[in-house]
């Protein structure tokens, strides 16, 4: 059974750093991209990152442009994101995923239903 677990959310200080980390437990399943997205608290889902495993392109939201990167690590069947320079705003659930990264474009998002979502890690940003 397919299953995404985020990991290394937490508190952290603003200027602050934290790394995400996502374990896919199956890398057979026909997919092109893996990445991130977040909630924070009454707001809609917000792509953040992606990188297409085909060409290893990778996507960014503006709002994280130059202080994000995402990587994976075949191997061991991970992608990871590298968060610096952390803002209070950067609050939020950080959910790892499947889709594609043509997705991360599209507005309005939902991750109900969908078995190639992760539960989620909080991350909070704050002093």
């Known amino acids: 059974q397919l299953q995404l677990v985020e990991s290394g959310g937490g508190l952290v200080q603003p200027g602050g750093s934290l790394r995400l980390s996502c374990s896919v437990s199956?890398?057979?399943?026909?997919?092109?991209?893996i990445g991130w997205f977040r909630q924070a608290p009454g707001k809609e889902l917000e792509a953040v990152s992606c990188?297409?495993?085909?060409?290893?392109?990778?996507y960014y939201a503006d709002s994280v442009k130059g202080r994000f990167t995402i990587s994976r690590d075949n191997a061991k069947k991970m992608v990871f994101l590298q968060m610096n320079s952390l803002k209070p705003e950067d609050t939020a659930i950080y959910y790892c995923?499947?889709?594609?990264?043509?997705?991360?474009?599209?507005?309005?998002?939902?991750?109900?239903?969908?078995?190639?979502w992760g539960q989620g890690t909080q991350v909070t940003v704050s002093s």
């Open positions: 995923t499947l889709e594609p990264c043509t997705y991360y474009t599209g507005g309005h998002y939902s991750r109900a239903g969908k078995p190639y």
């Open positions: 199956e890398y057979s399943v026909g997919y092109s991209g």
């Open positions: 990188i297409d495993v085909n060409d290893q392109t990778t």
